[in-house]
């Protein structure tokens, strides 16, 4: 094998193959002829992808390698590393963009003579896109060697998909595949951001046109913002780290139109931005900006008396101010910036006076609170901010806009990571920006109970300034107003009728008799049922039935999702008759799976109980699970967590027509519970919308 060969992991088998991790592990154990290990480590072993191809096409499992993951792969495996081989692609697919002949030129010769003559045709081409400065370097021949045999391959791709469909893929699998070094700006949130950098309905550059902007991110991450900018003919962007300016610069330089005139200009730098402004002298149309949150280490010392703290030098805690002044610091007069926040700095006391002088001066126009999951860190609702330089003889604005997209329009959208309805956010938030920015306007906006408000700028202006959404948001009608709380009564009632009827009649008492018993696990050698657990949920885009949802008795809700570093496995999907079962906490709970939940795939920490139909009743199976005695027998305790043996489980031996019998009463239980379970639901939401419409005034004391 060549010294410079690309390798594999086992999950890059899987992908080649088509198949899950497991069945590459089976392979090893199986074929002494299977490409033995080259590198990686014991439990995460690397193969040379050459000897792997050729071991699956003499084993008929490789009938066609598709391109781009051939591709990716290369990439991946590269002996430079995967970002040196993106950066080599990039610069390739840029050749193969804007000068084709060239390219056909150069790869009509060998792959030595072909490194040689690429550094002068690449440097060519990136000093026409980025000038003498710039974030790319053009390669070495010898650095450009090893990577010949992927050019060539992506190029190939290119002509199937287009260079920069291209690039974008083989980028997005590396940030897929490295999760924790790159801070995402989501395609959502980042044409979201786009809209709102847009200049105002009516308004007028100082030029006299609305065409030509200019626009700046100071911390360009991978560039997602910018590539939602529609327009502009210079584009500015800097990012600390090195490696990722040049990829930022390579998919900025394949977004934009190809070589000639009428092109944006391109201009990236490498660099701290705080510290060492790369473009110290530039006058933006709009700031876009996802910066770091919550440094420490920012430049709180050397910075001390920097002239872009215009509206008050930031506490050591206030990085995020940092970046505010500095979009500010960038803006012609009645520019736009738009910052994506974290909700902190918009209540944190020692930001209060920096945020107060912000208002004052008009500078600060909006504060629109996203949805949890729109944006790392995950798990909190961040926030845009959008502001515009005072100047130009206008007035400071004498209201700010603030606008929580959590409610009402977008409360019955998903939400969570990968599952906002985006479309409805940004409508959501467009539909309140666009009448507030008017220029000139004299009319109010229409006010949105818990959705938007234009709050006069007096009323933020106390001791905490506090811009918090939430807390100057009127609530939304309780429970949807009268006429809501009326459908939800009326609901309340059909429920409560249902459970009346479906409550079990009087327990009639029976003699006591001793049933021979079996266990789940003996079941399953016996082959009466096929026990599961699931292995994966990346394979499929079927909802996945949760732990939570079986024990709240609701429908899937669960997204399929691979953790980083995870075999892809196959996922379990569910079938009528199904038994789940949690496997912690020591519940007694199962659930049969009917017609609409068929078809899910079954989540983590669930077992899986497939009865032969012939052999067992599953809601009779169900029923004896359920069991409290039963449920103790089987639980195990690993530190503080309860775990459920399904094996063992125990049921009784009854021939199939009893077995029948005591079925058709445990389904009758479980609809019985489930008609409780919605009459909770729905008489809280009625206790609630109640105290909430006679405390907001939208119900009368009647």
Same mark, same amino acid.
């Given at each position: 094998m060549p010294d410079n060969s690309t390798e594999v992991t086992a999950a890059g088998i899987a992908r080649l193959a088509g198949v899950g991790r497991a069945a590459v592990s089976n392979w090893r154990r199986r074929h002494a002829d299977f490409p033995k290990p080259v590198g990686g480590t014991e439990a995460s072993p690397s193969f040379a992808l050459p000897e792997v191809e050729q071991w699956l096409r003499d084993q008929g499992k490789l009938a066609e390698v598709p391109l781009r993951e051939r591709v990716w792969q290369q990439v991946a495996g590269h002996p430079q590393g995967a970002v040196t081989a993106l950066v080599h692609a990039g610069c390739a697919l840029l050749l193969v963009r804007d000068r084709p002949t060239a390219w056909l030129e150069i790869t009509a010769v060998s792959d030595a003579r072909m490194a040689g003559v690429l550094p002068?045709?690449?440097?060519?081409?990136?000093?026409?896109?980025?000038?003498? =400065?710039?974030?790319?370097?053009?390669?070495?021949?010898?650095?450009?060697?090893p990577s010949v045999p992927l050019l060539r391959a992506a190029a190939e791709l290119a002509a199937e998909t287009g260079a920069r469909q291209a690039f974008d893929f083989l980028f997005g699998r590396q940030l897929d595949a490295n999760p924790r070094q790159y801070t995402?700006?989501?395609?959502?949130?980042?044409?979201?951001?786009?809209?709102?950098?847009?200049?105002?309905?009516?308004?007028?550059?100082?030029?006299? &046109?609305r065409g030509s902007r200019t626009v700046l991110d100071p911390a360009a991450g991978t560039g997602a913002l910018l590539c939602a900018v529609e327009g502009p003919t210079a584009l500015h962007a800097q990012e600390a780290e090195p490696d990722l300016a040049a990829l930022t610069a390579l998919r900025l330089a394949l977004h934009s139109p190809g070589g000639g005139a009428g092109g944006p200009t391109l201009a990236v730098r490498a660099g701290d931005t705080l510290r060492a402004d790369a473009f110290p002298g530039l006058t933006a149309d709009a700031v876009l900006c996802h910066p770091p949150f919550n440094e420490r280490n920012w430049g709180h010392e050397d910075l001390?008396?920097?002239? !872009?703290?215009?509206?008050?030098?930031?506490?050591? &805690?206030?990085?995020?101010?940092?970046?505010?002044?500095?979009?500010?610091?960038?803006?012609?007069?009645?520019?736009?910036?738009?910052?994506?926040?974290?909700?902190?700095?918009?209540?944190?006391?020692?930001?209060?006076?920096?945020?107060?002088?912000?208002?004052?001066?008009?500078?600060l126009r909006a504060v629109i609170a996203l949805p949890a999951g729109a944006a790392p860190p995950y798990g909190i609702p961040l926030h845009i901010w959008v502001l515009r330089k005072p100047g130009g003889g206008q007035p400071?604005?004498? =209201?700010?806009?603030?606008?929580?997209?959590?409610?009402? =329009?977008?409360? #019955?959208?998903?939400?969570?990571?990968?599952?906002?309805?985006?479309?409805?956010?940004?409508?959501?938030?467009?539909?309140?920006?666009?009448?507030?920015?008017?220029?000139?306007?004299?009319?109010?906006?229409?006010?949105?109970?818990?959705?938007?408000?234009?709050?006069?700028?007096?009323?933020?202006?106390?001791?905490?300034?506090?811009?918090?959404?939430?807390?100057?948001?009127?609530?939304?009608?309780?429970? #949807?107003?009268?006429?809501?709380?009326?459908?939800?009564?009326?609901?309340?009632?059909?429920?409560?009728?249902?459970?009346?009827?479906?409550?079990?009649?009087?327990?009639?008492?029976?003699?006591?008799?001793r049933r021979p018993l079996t266990t789940v696990g003996e079941l399953a050698r016996a082959g009466a049922l096929h026990l599961r657990t699931a292995s994966g949920t990346g394979g499929s885009t079927a909802p996945v039935l949760t732990e939570h949802d079986v024990l709240a008795g609701t429908a899937p809700s669960g997204t399929p999702s691979v953790p980083a570093g995870a075999p892809e496995d196959d996922p379990l999907l569910l079938e009528p008759g199904?038994?789940?079962?949690?496997?912690?906490?020591?519940?007694?709970?199962?659930r049969v799976?009917?017609?609409?939940?068929?078809?899910?795939?079954?989540?983590?920490?669930?077992?899986?109980? !497939?009865?032969?139909?012939?052999?067992?009743?599953?809601?009779?199976?169900?029923?004896?699970?359920? #069991?409290?005695?039963?449920?103790?027998?089987?639980?195990?305790?690993?530190?503080?967590? &309860?775990?459920l043996d399904a094996r063992r489980l125990q049921v009784p031996r009854l021939p199939l027509a009893e077995q029948r019998t005591y079925g058709d009463q445990?389904?009758?239980?479980?609809?019985?519970?489930?008609?409780?379970?919605?009459?909770?639901?729905?008489?809280?939401?009625?206790?609630?919308?109640?105290?909430?419409?006679?405390?907001?005034?939208?119900?009368?004391?009647?």
């Open positions: 002068g045709a690449v440097d060519h081409v990136l000093a026409d896109r980025f000038g003498t =400065e710039r974030a790319v370097p053009t390669p070495t021949a010898s650095a450009l060697l995402l700006t989501p395609p959502g949130l980042a044409g979201l951001m786009a809209d709102l950098a847009q200049p105002a309905r009516g308004a007028v550059r100082q030029n006299g &046109t001390a008396y920097d002239p !872009r703290w215009e509206y008050g030098f930031p506490a050591r &805690t206030e990085s995020e101010l940092a970046w505010v002044q500095h979009a500010l610091a960038h803006l012609r007069d009645g520019g736009t910036a738009v910052l994506l926040m974290p909700p902190a700095a918009a209540s944190r006391r020692s930001g209060r006076r920096i945020r107060a002088d912000l208002l004052r001066r008009g500078a400071p604005a004498p =209201e700010l806009l603030v606008v929580d997209t959590a409610e009402p =329009e977008t409360a #019955g959208a998903p939400s969570g990571r990968d599952r906002l309805d985006w479309p409805a956010v940004r409508g959501a938030v467009l539909d309140a920006w666009t009448p507030f920015d008017v220029p000139g306007r004299r009319e109010p906006v229409e006010e949105r109970p818990g959705t938007s408000r234009a709050v006069p700028v007096i009323e933020l202006l106390d001791d905490d300034v506090d811009l918090a959404p939430a807390r100057h948001l009127p609530p939304p009608a309780g429970g #949807g107003g009268a006429a809501g709380l009326v459908r939800v009564r009326e609901r309340l009632e059909e429920t409560l009728k249902l459970t009346a009827r479906l409550t079990p009649p009087p327990a009639a008492p029976c003699a006591s008799a199904d038994v789940i079962v949690p496997v912690l906490g020591g519940t007694s709970v199962a799976v009917d017609d609409s939940t068929a078809g899910a795939a079954l989540g983590r920490n669930l077992q899986l109980l !497939r009865p032969d139909p012939a052999a067992l009743d599953p809601w009779f199976l169900a029923g004896f699970l359920r #069991g409290t005695a039963n449920s103790r027998q089987a639980s195990s305790y690993a530190s503080t967590a &309860t775990r445990f389904r009758a239980l479980a609809a019985f519970e489930d008609a409780l379970r919605e009459a909770g639901r729905l008489g809280g939401q009625l206790v609630q919308g109640m105290y909430d419409g006679l405390t907001d005034g939208s119900v009368a004391p009647e």
